[in-house]
């Protein structure tokens, strides 16, 4: 029987782990991903966190607050920079 008990723990320990990173707060998410990023050598990027199911361009690279928000990454385009030079 402690085998048996032993062995549903330890088989569920991947749903605790994954289901701790889904409850991480977006802020401290989206620093870790921009460390990951800027550590590649990564440049001209944004991050953006919206409600999930409100995803904009870009692609989502993670998921926060128990899964109620999502992190966008896009990348700012060689076309996009004269426009940010207009908005100023």
């Known amino acids: 029987m402690k ?3 032993a062995a549903l723990v330890l088989s569920s320990l991947p749903f605790v782990a994954s289901a ?3 409850v991480k707060p977006c802020q401290d998410l989206k620093a870790e991903i ?3 990023l800027d550590a590649k ?3 001209d990027y944004t991050l953006t966190i919206v409600d999930k199911g409100k995803e904009s361009e870009g692609k ?3 998921t926060c607050d128990g899964g109620t928000k ?3 990454y896009e990348r700012a385009t ?3 920079q004269p ?3 207009k908005k100023k």
């Open 3 to 5: 085998l048996w008990v």
């Open 20 to 22: 701790q990173s889904a």
């Open 34 to 36: 921009a460390k990951k």
């Open 41 to 43: 050598g990564v440049t």
């Open 60 to 62: 989502i690279v993670g």
């Open 70 to 72: 999502s992190i966008i």
């Open 78 to 80: 060689s076309s996009s």
């Open 83 to 85: 426009n940010a030079a």
